[in-house]
């Protein structure tokens, strides 16, 4: 769904429009686009449309809190995802690989914990949540304790909807 719209004049554009919720968006820029978490604040964005990846971001504590849970936590879902492709691929899972992806887990899991105890005010706790909802297994034990530590206003958004479904269905 499109949110708003501009054309660039003189390398620069203004685009002003509202969001019906804080989230993920994408904002395209010619052919590449550059993802950020949106609330109604006023941002600003420099960088190249041509290098979209580096488009720096500024103005939103939101986006601010999306950067950290990106370089906190893409990595270690990177590992875990080549662990469990190594594992496919070869039909085998040794000791090894298990230890390293449960280091990785306990790591995510504690850093999971630091986020919220950080950020408890953040949308981007609660999309941390919706990020690891499938670490949690069966037993959400954990996932509604993390949520209760939310602020009310971040249980009741989108993201905090959808963990309390999930807590809810268990």
């Known amino acids: 769904k499109v949110v708003a719209e501009t054309k660039a004049s003189a390398n620069s554009f203004v685009l002003k429009g509202a969001v019906p919720e804080p989230g993920v968006y ?3 820029l010619g052919k590449s686009s550059v993802t950020i978490f949106l609330d109604n604040t006023a941002i600003t964005l420099e960088g190249n449309a041509a ?3 580096n488009v720096k971001v500024t103005g939103s504590k939101s986006h601010a809190d999306f950067e950290s849970f990106i370089s906190t936590f893409n990595p270690m879902f990177g590992r875990l995802q080549q662990l469990q492709a ?6 085998n899972v040794s ?3 298990r230890a ?3 280091n990785i887990n306990t790591e995510i899991q504690s850093k999971v914990d630091a986020f919220i ?6 949308n981007v706790s609660a999309l941390l949540l919706v990020a690891t909802l499938e670490m949690e297994g069966e037993d959400k034990t954990r996932l509604e304790t993390r949520f209760s530590k939310l ?3 971040v249980r009741n958004s989108f993201y905090g909807k959808y963990i309390k ?3 809810d269905e268990s």
């Open 26 to 28: 994408q904002l395209q």
């Open 51 to 53: 290098d979209a990846r």
């Open 86 to 91: 190594e594992a496919q691929k070869s039909g």
């Open 95 to 97: 000791q090894q690989m």
């Open 100 to 102: 390293e992806y449960d």
């Open 117 to 122: 105890a950080q950020k408890n005010t953040s």
């Open 151 to 153: 602020a009310p206003e």
């Open 165 to 167: 479904e999930k807590i």
